[in-house]
Structures are given as C-alpha cells and as structure tokens.
C-alpha cells in the first residue's frame, strides 16, 4: 500500500530529518510550509499559511485530489515555535501569537485531515514543558498542553471512523545541531522512531513521552 507522509512546519530541523528519511524509505511526502523552503525533487512542497483555516484546507484538498480520499496518510504536526516569558512579559500579542504558532495551525492540519481522507493518521509533537511547574513558559506551556487536549476531542469524535492519533511529548531537540547533544533528544532517531508508527500496528497508543538520553 502507497505511505503517504504530510508534514505540516515543514522547516523545522525534524522536519528535515523526517523528510530526508521518508524519501530514502520510498514513502511519498508532502511538506506543508509557510514560505518556500528547498526539498528534494521528491518532495511535494505547498506554501500555505497553517494558522489561515482556509489556505490550509485547500492544501489538504489539493493533497487529497492527487493521491485520493483513501490514501490513509500520515500527518506528522510539526508547527510552533518555544518562546519563554515571564508573566509580567506575557501579553495579548505574546499569547495570540503562541495561539496561533503552536495551537491554531494544529487545529486548521488535522481538521484538514478529517474533513479531506476517509481515514489516516495523526500526530502532534508536544512538549514537556506543558507538564513542568516552571516559570517563563506562560504562553508556549499553555498552548502546547492545549494541544494535547485538543487531540483528546479529535480522538473521542473521529478513531471510530478511521483516524487515529497520537500525542507526542518530547524534552528539548537538538534541531540546531547535525550531532546528538546532551540533554537533548537526536532529531535523526526521532525521525526513525516517528516514520516506525506508518507500519500497520494492532495497537496505537494515545501518548508517548520521549525522554532524553
């Protein structure tokens, strides 16, 4: 059966990692980003503005029409951008923005996804942070943790009609590196561990948290 991998925050160092894997491993992939970025000739690129509901529907219906409603793809949510204020620093153009960085274009992917394929796959790369009784995270912590319950209602309303999905909560990656870091997770065997969920699987978790080594 055809693998079909949509990668919505095409330019993020994982990003990259997942692509460069998926293309080696045959696996069609389409890469959704905010401006153009430089692929291989492989990749299907769309520029689309993920926190605009309708630039990024007609994207997931441009998808749709080239590989069919029953392809089953894999959307990998890659979206978002860690900041850190502090409370007197978090206001209303802080918060919109981590709104619609790390929440919003979540919530405009895998709407997409649902209304657009008869059934696939979902995941959202979250953070640790979101769980953390730490300070300087008033923003970024908010929104990630809302993702992860915004997965939550994707999940009691559509993994009976063919979709799952998939929570991922990782600590820090060195996506500014090309060499494993300490404390980090490595981009390359989060990409690996990542491409693994396209096999087909009797059991598909809810959560996975990703500690590093």
């Known amino acids: 059966m055809r693998k079909v991998l949509i990668l919505s925050g095409a ?9 460069s894997q998926a293309v080696d491993a045959g696996i069609d992939v389409f890469a959704i980003s905010r401006k153009p970025i430089e692929e291989p000739a492989a990749v299907h690129v769309t520029v689309a503005e993920l926190s605009d509901p309708e630039q990024t529907s007609r994207a997931f219906e441009s998808i749709a029409k080239e590989i ?18 502090s409370v007197p620093e978090t206001n209303r153009d802080v ?3 981590s709104f619609e960085g ?9 709407k997409a996804l649902v209304e657009n394929f008869d059934g696939g796959k979902a995941m959202v790369l979250t953070g640790q942070n979101a769980h953390l009784k730490t300070g300087n995270s008033a923003a970024y912590a908010s929104m990630k943790l809302a993702a992860e319950r915004l997965f939550d209602t994707f999940r009691a309303e559509y993994q009976s009609k063919g979709f799952n999905f998939l929570t991922v909560v990782s600590g820090p990656i060195n996506t500014w590196s090309d060499k494993k870091e ?7 065997e989060l990409a690996h561990f990542i491409l693994s969920l396209m ?9 996975i948290e990703i500690r590093p080594r």
């Open 68 to 85: 069919g409603k029953d392809a089953s793809p894999f959307l990998v949510n890659l979206t978002g951008k860690y900041t850190q204020e």
């Open 182 to 188: 300490p404390n980090t997770a490595d981009k390359t």
């Open 11 to 19: 330019g993020s160092g994982l990003a990259k990692a997942l692509t």
């Open 102 to 110: 790390n929440f919003l274009t979540v919530f405009n992917a895998t």
């Open 95 to 97: 918060l919109q923005a």
């Open 199 to 207: 096999e087909d699987r009797s059991f598909w978790p809810d959560r």
